[in-house]
C-alpha cells in the first residue's frame, strides 16, 4: 500500500532533479550572453569596425582580446563577422589550460550550417531556447555548436553602438567549450551526478534539455539531448538519479518483528503504526505537500527505518541546493519598492563593479547625481502620496535614458537618484545630460510651489573618472567609488547654487582622485 507513494514521491525528486539541471545549464550560459551584449553594443567595438587604421584596429584586438581577458571572462574563442559575414577577427584561448585553440567556425564553406551564428540568419533548426529578448531588442541569438575540441556554447550579438544608434557593422560570437570543468560546475548546481556524452543520429528521438521533466516512473539515470546549430544530435546530459529504487518494505528485521508481533497482536499494532505506517505516510505526505504548494524547505523528523533516513538525507541535500541558489538569486535583487528601480545597496554592488574595470582593464565610467529640486515644497503642498507618485515618475524618466545593460539608475534616497555610465565620451555625455533635464520639461509635472520652474525640475552633479593607462593603485579601487561620490555631490550643491534645474560637471584622472583621499573633504577641488 505504501511502496506506490514512496514510488510517486521519489519520481517527484527526479523530476526536480531535472528541472534542477535545466536551471543550472541555463545559469551558466547566462554569464557569457552578458559579456558578449556588453562587447557587441560598444562604442569601442563599434569604431573598430568602422576604422581603417591597421595599427588601430591591432591595439584594438591586443587589448580587448589578451589572453587575460578569456581568462577573466571564461571564454574560449572570441569571433567578429562583417555584415557580409565574412571574419574580421578570430582568436582562440583555452582558459583553463592557457593553451591556443584553433577554430575552423569561421570557414563557412567547409562548415555552411555555422551560418547560424549570424543574429540576422533566420534558423530551421532552433537552439535550446529561443532567440534571445535582448535588451532594446537588439538582434542576438544563442546556443551550442560543435567545434574541433568539442561542443560549445555561444553567444552572438549584433554590433551597434553604446546608445543603438547607426547602422549595424557585423555581429560579435563568443564561446566556451563544454568541457569537463564545464561538467563540474554544471553538477555543482545539482544533488545527483551528471556526465557528458556525445550524441549520434540514434539519439535524435531524445528529450531535448528544458523540454519536459515529467517522469513515468523510476529510473536510474535520464538523459537529454542538446542539438547544433543545424538541429542535428550533438550532446547528450546524463544524470544519475540519487533515488532510483524504493526503500525495500520486507527484510529480514520485519519478518523477525512480524514473529514477535504474533505473540501481542495488540501491542504489534501500535509498534507497527508507531514504527513504519506513520513514519511512511507523513513522509510521502510531506513531499507531496511540498510539491503542492512549492515551499522549498527541509524534513525535520527522525525515521527510526533505516532506508527512510536514507531518502529523507538525500531529500534534504536537494532541498538545501535548491535553497541555497534562491537564497543566491535573492541576494542579487537589490530593488527600491517605490520607484521598481534599483536601490543604494544595488548601485553600490554595480559601483565596486565598474571600480574594479577601472582597476583591471583602465574603463573609466562618469557618476551623477540627481535631486529633485524644492521637494519639500512639494509635499508640503500636495501631500506625501503626491510625492510618492512624483518620486515614481521621476524615476521612469530617468530610467530612459538608460540603454546599456551595465549602466544604472538607482534612487539614492529620499528624493536623491544616482547614476552610472560606464566608459561615454564627453559629446556623447553632454547630449545625454541636456536629454535628462529636457525629458523632465516634456514630462510637465506641475509644481505649484517652486522657486525654479511651474513644473518638476531636478539638478545634476556630475564626476567623469578618467582612466590613465598603466596606472597601479595605491590603495583599495573603491577609495575611487567614494571620491567621485563625493565630487559629485559637491557639484550637485554647486549645480543647485547657480539657481537650479542645471548640471555641473567635474572631470578628474583616475591619479588626481586617488591623492584626493588623502586630503579633506573641504580640500576637495
Known amino acids: 500500500m505504501q511502496l506506490p507513494l514512496i514510488e510517486n514521491s521519489l519520481v517527484k525528486l527526479s523530476e526536480q532533479e531535472l528541472t534542477s539541471l535545466s536551471y543550472a545549464f541555463q545559469q551558466m550560459r547566462k554569464p557569457l550572453q552578458t559579456i558578449n551584449y556588453d562587447y557587441a553594443v560598444w562604442d569601442r567595438t563599434y569604431s573598430y569596425m568602422k576604422s581603417n587604421s591597421a595599427s588601430a584596429k591591432k591595439y584594438y584586438e591586443k587589448h580587448e582580446y589578451s589572453d587575460d581577458t578569456f581568462k577573466s571572462l571564461k571564454v574560449d574563442g572570441v569571433f567578429i563577422f562583417d555584415t557580409q559575414n565574412l571574419p574580421v577577427f578570430s582568436k582562440g584561448f583555452n582558459h583553463r589550460n592557457d593553451i591556443p585553440l584553433t577554430f575552423e567556425l569561421m570557414d563557412f564553406k567547409r562548415h555552411p550550417q555555422n551560418i547560424a551564428l549570424s543574429p540576422q540568419t533566420k534558423q530551421a533548426f532552433p537552439p535550446i531556447s529561443s532567440p534571445l529578448d535582448s535588451p532594446n531588442d537588439v538582434p542576438s541569438i544563442h546556443g551550442v555548436i560543435a567545434t574541433r575540441y568539442g561542443p560549445a556554447i555561444y553567444s552572438s550579438t549584433s554590433i551597434l553602438k553604446s546608445d543603438r544608434s547607426g547602422a549595424q557593422l557585423g555581429y560579435l560570437v563568443f564561446i566556451r567549450l563544454i568541457d569537463e570543468g564545464f561538467i563540474t560546475e554544471l553538477s555543482q548546481y545539482t544533488a545527483a551526478g551528471v556526465e557528458m556524452a556525445m550524441a549520434d543520429a540514434t539519439d535524435a ?31 547528450k546530459l546524463v544524470l544519475y538519479h540519487t533515488n532510483n529504487q524504493p526503500p525495500p518494505m520486507l527484510d529480514y528485521s520485519v519478518f523477525i518483528l512480524l514473529a514477535e508481533m504474533s505473540l501481542l497482536l495488540i501491542l504489534a499494532y501500535f509498534l507497527y503504526s508507531y514504527l513504519l505506517i506513520n513514519p511512511v505516510r507523513k513522509l510521502a505526505a510531506d513531499i507531496k505537500e511540498m510539491d503542492k504548494s512549492r515551499d522549498i524547505k527541509k524534513l525535520k523528523y527522525h525515521y527510526p527505518i533505516t532506508e527512510l533516513v536514507k531518502v529523507a538525507t538525500h531529500f534534504n541535500a536537494l532541498m538545501g541546493t535548491i535553497k541555497e541558489q534562491t537564497k543566491q538569486l535573492n541576494e542579487q535583487v537589490f530593488i527600491d519598492k517605490l520607484t521598481n528601480i534599483p536601490n543604494r545597496r544595488g548601485f553600490e554592488q554595480r559601483l565596486e563593479t565598474y571600480c574594479q574595470l577601472l582597476a583591471r582593464q583602465q574603463i573609466g565610467f562618469t557618476l551623477i547625481i540627481a535631486d529633485v529640486d524644492h521637494f519639500k515644497e512639494y509635499n508640503d503642498t500636495l501631500g506625501h502620496f503626491a510625492g510618492d507618485e512624483a518620486l515614481i515618475k521621476v524615476a521612469q524618466t530617468l530610467s530612459q535614458q538608460f540603454y546599456r545593460a551595465e549602466d544604472i539608475c538607482a534612487r539614492f534616497g529620499g528624493e536623491e537618484f544616482i547614476m552610472l555610465f560606464r566608459d561615454i565620451p564627453d559629446e556623447p555625455l553632454q547630449r545625454k545630460l541636456d536629454a535628462m533635464l529636457h525629458s523632465f520639461t516634456e514630462l510637465a509635472l506641475p509644481h505649484p510651489s517652486s522657486a525654479t520652474a511651474d513644473v518638476v525640475t531636478v539638478s545634476l552633479g556630475v564626476c567623469k573618472v578618467i582612466a590613465v593607462e598603466d596606472f597601479q593603485f595605491r590603495s583599495d579601487a573603491n577609495i575611487i567609488g567614494r571620491q567621485a561620490a563625493l565630487l559629485a555631490d559637491k557639484a550637485l550643491y554647486k549645480a543647485k547654487s547657480m539657481g537650479r534645474n542645471q548640471y555641473t560637471k567635474v572631470e578628474v584622472s583616475v591619479t588626481q582622485i586617488e591623492n584626493l583621499e588623502q586630503d579633506t573633504p573641504t580640500n576637495l577641488p
Do not use: W, Y
Open 205 to 235: 528521438n531524445l528529450t531535448r534539455l528544458g523540454a519536459n521533466t515529467k517522469l513515468n516512473k523510476l529510473t536510474a539515470t535520464s538523459e537529454r539531448l542538446i542539438t547544433n546549430v543545424d538541429g542535428k544530435p550533438l550532446l
